[in-house]
């Protein structure tokens, strides 16, 4: 009797924390993508940014199918997201690219960042009723990831206005229904 109970207890927290785990995965993801961009393996580091919106997919979708959404679990996606969706990505394109213009690419890399962050944080105090208002950052981080993948026929300078338009759709206020 005992055991059955102490294990129905354990399969109610898991069940109450298998989104917040899908979570931390995003977390991690976007963690080594950013240590393995530090460490010049950006092909690595932009796989890991694919994997991490996977799992930042899946997380909330998790949440509403097991109905665990909590005031926790979005201020940790929030936090996961700016990793993996804002300084990863811009990291791995000031890296792999915008290093070149010094001090300017280094501005619309930290732009990007301060966008997702104002993005988020906007988010998290609104009613959002169905919609996202701007761009999501995953959306963007995604964009400007994949967009390493034409470095070899873009021009660098092209990277800054890519990031400065990403930039001010986060922060726009169109809205976009929610899938």
Excluded at 13 to 36: D, P, R, S
Excluded at 59 to 78: H, P, T, Y
Excluded at 140 to 145: E, F, K, L, Q
Excluded at 155 to 167: A, D, G, Q, T
Aim: with cysteine.
């Amino acid at each position: 009797m005992f055991l059955a109970g102490y294990i129905d207890a354990t399969l109610k927290k898991i069940k109450a924390n298998t989104a917040n785990m899908l979570t931390l995965v995003n977390l991690g993801l976007g963690g080594f993508a950013i240590i393995y961009t530090l460490n010049d393996v950006l092909k690595l580091s932009l796989l890991l940014i694919f994997l991490a919106a996977l799992a930042d997919r899946f997380d909330g979708m998790v949440a509403r199918k097991l109905n665990i959404e909590s005031e926790l679990g979005k201020q940790l996606d929030s936090m996961s997201d700016i990793i993996s969706f804002g300084v990863a990505p811009a990291l791995l394109i000031y890296k792999g690219i915008l290093f070149e213009l010094g001090a300017p690419g280094a501005f619309f890399a930290v732009l990007f960042i301060g966008c997702g962050a104002f993005r988020l944080a906007r988010f998290n105090i609104t009613d959002n009723c169905g919609f996202f208002s701007g761009l999501p950052i995953t959306a963007a981080g995604c964009i400007v990831t994949l967009s390493y993948l034409w470095k070899d026929f873009m021009p660098v300078h092209s990277y800054m206005f890519l990031l400065l338009i990403l930039s001010f759709c986060m922060i726009s206020s169109f809205r976009i229904r929610k899938m």
